[in-house]
């Protein structure tokens, strides 16, 4: 059996798609508005990148910038056209105003995705207890992924907290994958790895002239080659 460790790139277009498959990803990660940390895409945008790559997509479900779902009507309906346009993963996260998980807008958006998987964001790191939020979302069908830096400020900060949680798995709250990203650096990847941690997400990494620029091919294969390495290989 593969255990090759997952590679995620963000991507705004069909160019970055492409690029991106080409260096070695596995999945991507479709945003609009980088500015925003990133938004849902048109479905236009998500119909060209599937028509141009063939790896996962999963498309993310976020109307505004923060971690509120505000129009919780609307993002069944856009949930809905992007699963109808043959969408079936999908990145999404909401917390109440008290930093808890949103389960009313989370349980609403997960009924329109109809089956389809789904990542749970970067929320988790803004939670003021995601202890509680993953054991609240747990049995929440579809969910497989939780997109983490450990911290808020970003994995140096998180780096800890991933290495204890990844240590609980298969306890409950605890089954799904951590995909580590957030300030994510090539240097973090080896003790991440030893730690049985087999998902990783970029997003600026894969982009050297920044988000005004596309991802770069080559930038996204020397994530791929450090994914790679035999474990224990090290970083040279």
């Known amino acids: ?12 277009d069909a160019e970055d798609a492409v690029a ?50 505000g129009d919780a009507d609307r993002l069944v309906a856009v949930a809905g056209e992007l699963r109808a346009a043959g969408a079936d993963q999908f990145v999404l996260g909401f917390l109440d105003t008290a930093g ?11 009924t329109a995705l ?12 803004r939670a003021a207890d ?28 998180g780096l800890p907290t991933l290495l204890a949680e990844a240590r609980r798995g298969g306890e409950p709250g605890y089954g799904q994958t951590i995909l580590v ?15 049985g941690i087999d998902a990783f997400h970029i997003g600026g990494a894969a982009r050297p002239d920044g988000w005004t620029g596309p991802v770069s091919e080559e930038a996204v294969r020397a994530w791929r080659r450090a ?9 040279h």
Do not use: N
Not at 1 to 12: G, K, P, Y
Not at 100 to 109: F, K, N, W, Y
């Open 181 to 195: 990203g957030g300030g994510l650096r090539l240097d973090h990847v080896p003790d991440l790895l030893t730690a």
């Open 20 to 69: 991106a498959q080409a260096g070695g990803a596995d999945r991507l990660e479709l945003v609009t508005d980088m500015a925003a940390d990133g938004l849902t895409p048109p479905t236009r945008t998500f119909t060209a990148i599937r028509a141009a790559v063939d790896i996962d997509l999963r498309v993310m479900l976020r109307l505004a910038d923060g971690f509120a779902a």
């Open 130 to 157: 995601r202890d509680a939020l993953r054991k609240e979302l747990a049995d929440l069908p579809g969910l497989d992924t939780y997109l983490t830096a450990g911290a808020a400020q970003g994995v140096d900060e």
């Open 227 to 235: 994914l790679d390495l035999p474990r224990g290989a090290g970083l």
């Open 114 to 125: 109809d089956g389809g998987r789904w990542t749970f964001h970067r929320a988790i790191d």
């Open 100 to 110: 808890g998980v949103d389960l009313t807008a989370v349980e609403r958006v997960v």
């Open 1 to 12: 059996m593969s255990t090759r460790a997952v590679l995620e790139v963000i991507a705004l």
